[in-house]
């Protein structure tokens, strides 16, 4: 708001002030200078207000002005009737006073519209509805109360009766514009729809209430009613100075659905039943009627976009939203209601799809690019296969495919694979898969999902894994010809680990190294001393710097390797705390590589749960107990709930079989 501006609205604040005290307070003092004057140059403030709105701001300039010239008529007619007609008893009726009165109507109703016009976003038709019968219910409402009333007290010839019924009957309509309106903006109207509105069924609302009072002869110059018309004038000038969200969408949800057509149904019903006992006119029994008929429309609607709604989130839950595929939901439905038709004639074949590089794409081209790179591959894998199965999502960069395969499984596998590979200057995403088929392979979805994962990451491991598998290799047989038992603990931790990864939804290349972590996280003991390690007691505070130092030794030695870079990184992290106390770099909460908090949470339950020289093993409810009581502290917690629910399925862990990498064959112990 202008500097001027805000100096015209502190004046005309100051001005309706003492208007407001002096017809509260004094209604008496000084009734020419505030009943002639001061009234009318409020009524001409709210009309100033709109025109400058619109002459200064461009935005909505032609509602905004038709509001100033409505108020500018009203003033027109109010200073006329002030000075030529309220003193005058032979004054003629209708006068030119009723003329600009009447001409504020036109002028508000189309800027009304114009305002609701400009909103940049459509507006629902239920919106529209429920403003209807709002609008509808209050007329029906002012009908039964006033409309009788008004043309029994109206007399004269027939002009004087039309213009009498002509202010009641627009200002309804003027009330019923309004209701649409905060109906439309779904009941929430902001800052400017309110004033707006308020300020123009204040019109309504006063005009009324003057045509009671006139019919009773109860109505007396300069009394309370006189404020409602410079405050329903400001109410709209100020409107135009705020500032308004056009684009906001409305919406209507929740019990709001259906509060407007029910209280307004209820309202409906209660006249119908007052109609009984005195009898109501034909407008008021119209509109009561009309009231009804548009609230049977609205719950007719509702139930029709509810029902649409549940179908809609039906399909979503079936959908991957980055790809569009069906997503695992959807595979083992497929698989349940498929496999059954399935036989070894005409097999059905599941294949399952990891990406390789996919990682290294995402961080170093940024994740809306990785997002786009998957969309592109699902479009391509759902072309690939398109007539002879369907295209899955699994999450991550894990894909399938649904496929009755015929003599050309291996062709279909190649096209998939080349659907879902893509190469540039700077990268190069491949993919692995393994394949299934149902029912000689596997007779349940479980099962089927089992061998194809176990194939696909034997594929894995075969080719571009080999360098990393090498070394840790190398790095595992060191171990178990030092300290055999120690090995069987770290491929305990790796199974776990995998798992608990799949529960967390970290994606193929993160399982891999996650695993990797897991089986080399306690390398670096091969550089301390055998009396360490083997001690039966505690550990004094020179033995324990020693065993602080491991993780640190174990990423110097994994970094060696460049395959197990990334490894090394979640290595060097396994002995840190949830709440900052672990080591070696104290690191807290979340900055704490997931990798290293699932392994942490894994290394310590299976070495709970298994003998130790210097104590014995906890049952898994106990260790459990002991998770749950450092989760915040030493454990995240999500993890900790994460290998609880896999804790609390029968058989769950070990249940799920490790990648052929991780579950090679332990070397001998020597």
């Not at 009309?290 to 709604?309: G, I, K, P, Y």
């Not at 004639?345 to 994740?367: I, M, Q, S, V």
Request: aromatic fraction near 8%; charged fraction near 20%.
């Amino acid at each position: 708001m202008p500097r001027g501006i805000r100096l015209f609205w502190i004046a005309v604040l100051v001005a309706y002030t003492a208007y407001v005290t002096r017809t509260l307070l004094f209604p008496q003092a000084l009734a020419v200078v505030f009943d002639h004057f001061l009234s009318s140059i409020l009524l001409g403030a709210g009309a100033c207000a709109c025109l400058l709105r619109a002459v200064l701001v461009p935005e909505r300039r032609a509602p905004w002005a038709l509001a100033g010239l409505g108020i500018a008529s009203w003033t027109i007619g109010d200073v006329y009737w002030t000075f030529s007609v309220a003193d005058n008893p032979n004054a003629p009726y209708p006068s030119v006073a009723d003329a600009f009165y009447l001409l504020e109507y036109p002028a508000f109703y189309v800027s009304l519209l114009l305002l609701v016009r400009s909103r940049s976003r459509p507006l629902g038709g239920g919106l529209w509805l429920d403003g209807a019968i709002g609008a509808l219910a209050v007329g029906a409402v002012v009908a039964a109360l006033a409309v009788d009333s008004i043309i029994s007290g109206t007399s004269g010839d027939g002009l004087a009766i039309a213009t009498s019924l002509a202010y009641p009957i627009f200002d309804l309509i003027l009330v019923a514009l309004v209701i649409v309106v905060f109906g439309i903006s779904g009941w929430r109207p902001g800052r400017a729809w309110m004033l707006l509105g308020v300020g123009f069924a204040l019109t309504g609302l006063a005009d009324v209430i003057y045509f009671f009072q006139s019919i009773t002869s109860s109505y007396h110059e300069g009394g309370t009613l006189d404020i409602l018309w410079p405050t329903a004038s400001l109410l709209v000038g100020l409107a135009a100075w705020q500032h308004s969200k056009s684009g906001r969408e409305a919406s209507v949800q929740g019990s709001r659905v259906v509060a407007i057509p029910f209280l307004s149904g209820v309202v409906a019903l209660a006249l119908l039943t007052y109609d009984h006992f005195v009898r109501l006119g034909v407008v008021a029994l119209g509109l009561t009627a009309a009231t009804l008929s548009l609230v049977m429309l609205r719950m007719a609607m509702a139930f029709r976009d509810r029902a649409r709604l549940l179908a809609r989130s039906r399909e979503e839950a079936l959908v991957d939203p980055l790809t569009a595929l069906r997503n695992r939901r959807c595979l083992m439905a497929d698989l349940e209601s498929d496999l059954p038709q399935a036989t070894l004639e005409r097999p059905l074949a599941l294949l399952l799809f990891d990406l390789n590089g996919f990682k290294a794409y995402n961080d170093t081209f940024g994740h809306p690019a990785g997002d786009a790179l998957l969309a592109r591959l699902g479009a391509r894998l759902a072309e690939s296969v398109d007539g002879r199965g369907r295209a899955y999502r699994l999450g991550g960069d894990e894909f399938c495919a649904l496929v009755a395969p015929g003599a050309s499984l291996e062709s279909i596998g190649a096209a998939c694979v080349t659907a879902l590979s893509e190469h540039g200057e700077a990268f190069t995403v491949s993919t692995a898969y393994g394949a299934a088929l149902m029912p000689e392979e596997a007779g349940t979805a479980v099962d089927a999902l089992k061998v194809a994962d176990r194939r696909m990451y034997a594929e894995k491991g075969g080719g571009r894994l080999s360098a990393g598998r090498h070394s840790r290799d190398v790095l595992l047989r060191r171990l178990s010809e030092r300290q055999p038992d120690l090995h069987i603990h770290l491929e305990g931790v790796a199974e776990l680990a995998i798992q608990v990864g799949r529960e967390l939804g970290m994606p193929g290349e993160e399982l891999d190294e996650l695993a990797r972590a897991a089986e080399l996280h306690d390398i670096g003991k091969v550089a301390i001393p055998d009396e360490i390690l083997e001690k039966k007691g505690p550990l004094d505070d020179h033995e324990w710097s020693f065993i602080r130092r491991h993780t640190i030794i174990g990423e110097r030695i994994l970094m060696a390797a460049p395959a197990l870079r990334p490894v090394a990184k979640l290595v060097r992290s396994t002995h840190e705390r949830f709440d900052g106390s672990g080591y070696p770099d104290g690191m807290l909460g979340e900055d704490i590589p997931l990798g290293s908090r699932v392994v942490a949470v894994c290394d310590a339950f299976d070495a709970m749960t298994s003998g130790r020289s210097y104590r014995g093993a906890l049952t898994e409810a106990q260790a459990q107990e002991e998770l749950l009581a450092c989760a915040g502290t030493q454990f995240d917690p999500d993890v900790v709930e994460a290998f609880c629910r896999l804790l609390a399925r029968p058989h769950a862990l070990g249940a799920i079989e490790a990648p052929s990498e991780v579950a090679s064959p332990a070397p001998p112990r020597g």
